[in-house]
């Protein structure tokens, strides 16, 4: 199927999307940038740390470049508790970002790790205030189950650290949690190349959000462009239904009748 093709869309929190890919807004030159990153990437979902909106400013306010149709991800970077991850998404949703949030709750300054336990408390506590919650985790299927039940509409389990652009070093994490959680599995953080983020997509994941490797780019814009395209083609092919790996060759033509079978 074309991802394209409303039977393909994305559902999270009982939205449907034509995109599986997400951006976020940090690292740019320029906020400038940001809507033609948004259309390059085709991205219609974006997320934004309430800690860099300034909604008293007349100008150079984030929220000013992220076009009305996208949905907004406040994310609660910087909460180092549950309960100040909390208190971020209550904010953000009283001065109008809505009621969807990306849960981060990182106690750990040196490898910017999330802390499991205290993002399932945060969860919790905001599904029952109906948040549309988007944890960010490590690639832990315990934590990704424990969230699954504890409501969360999607699951956003890392490749790699924040911002390393080392790919998918969780690799083995990553597929269980794909194959065993039932909400959406959306990787984020450490995916560096479109490559990456097709083989992501290659795996079963539903969506991949990248900021970093798109900002730090030569080329953003570019780079965003390119993403787009690996996302498609990673969930084209899944769609397709991979062959399955061999220990043995197998010759994809048959050798009888051709060489051995002349008189």
């Not at 074309?2 to 869309?9: G, L």
């Not at 809505?98 to 709750?105: A, D, L, R, S, Y």
């Given at each position: 199927?074309?991802?394209?093709?409303?039977?393909?869309?994305?559902?999270?929190?009982?939205?449907?999307?034509?995109?599986?890919?997400?951006?976020?807004?940090?690292?740019?030159?320029?906020?400038?940038?940001?809507?033609?990153?948004?259309?390059?990437?085709?991205?219609?979902?974006?997320t934004?740390?309430?800690?860099?909106?300034?909604?008293?400013?007349?100008?150079?306010?984030?929220?000013?470049?992220?076009?009305?149709?996208?949905?907004?991800?406040?994310?609660?970077?910087?909460?180092?508790?549950?309960?100040?991850?909390v208190?971020?998404?209550?904010l953000?949703?009283?001065?109008?970002c809505?009621?969807?949030?990306?849960?981060?709750?990182?106690?750990?300054?040196k490898?910017?790790?999330?802390?499991?336990?205290?993002?399932?408390?945060?969860?919790?506590?905001?599904?029952?205030?109906?948040?549309?919650?988007?944890?960010?985790?490590?690639?832990d299927?315990?934590?990704?189950?424990?969230?699954?039940?504890?409501?969360?509409?999607?699951?956003?389990?890392?490749?790699?650290?924040?911002?390393?652009?080392r790919?998918?070093?969780?690799?083995?994490?990553?597929q269980?949690?794909?194959?065993?959680?039932?909400?959406?599995?959306?990787?984020d953080?450490?995916?560096?190349?479109?490559?990456?983020?097709?083989?992501?997509?290659?795996?079963g994941?539903?969506?991949?959000?990248?900021?970093?490797a798109?900002?730090?780019?030569?080329?953003?814009v570019?780079?965003a462009?390119?993403?787009?395209?690996?996302?498609?083609?990673?969930?084209?092919?899944?769609?397709?239904?991979?062959?399955?790996?061999?220990?043995?060759?197998?010759?994809?033509?048959?050798?009888?009748?051709?060489?051995y079978?002349?008189?």
């Amino acid at each position: 199927m074309n991802p394209t093709d409303s039977r393909d869309a994305l559902i999270i929190g009982g939205h449907e999307f034509d995109s599986r890919l997400l951006v976020g807004t940090g690292k740019y030159a320029s906020d400038d940038m940001i809507p033609e990153i948004i259309a390059a990437s085709g991205s219609r979902i974006i997320t934004v740390a309430l800690r860099r909106v300034d909604f008293e400013a007349a100008t150079d306010n984030v929220i000013q470049h992220i076009p009305d149709d996208m949905q907004l991800l406040p994310n609660t970077s910087g909460a180092r508790t549950a309960e100040e991850a909390v208190r971020i998404a209550r904010l953000a949703r009283a001065a109008g970002c809505g009621n969807w949030v990306k849960i981060e709750v990182i106690p750990d300054n040196k490898h910017l790790l999330p802390d499991g336990h205290e993002t399932v408390r945060a969860t919790e506590i905001l599904v029952k205030e109906g948040f549309v919650a988007l944890p960010y985790i490590n690639a832990d299927p315990i934590v990704a189950r424990q969230l699954e039940a504890a409501g969360a509409a999607a699951v956003m389990p890392l490749a790699a650290p924040i911002g390393t652009n080392r790919g998918l070093t969780t690799r083995e994490m990553l597929q269980i949690i794909i194959d065993e959680i039932k909400v959406p599995v959306v990787v984020d953080a450490g995916i560096g190349k479109p490559s990456q983020a097709c083989e992501a997509m290659e795996m079963g994941a539903d969506a991949c959000l990248v900021n970093t490797a798109i900002a730090s780019a030569a080329d953003p814009v570019a780079m965003a462009r390119a993403f787009a395209a690996a996302i498609r083609a990673g969930r084209d092919a899944w769609n397709a239904g991979p062959g399955a790996m061999r220990t043995r060759a197998a010759a994809s033509s048959p050798l009888t009748g051709f060489l051995y079978e002349q008189e």
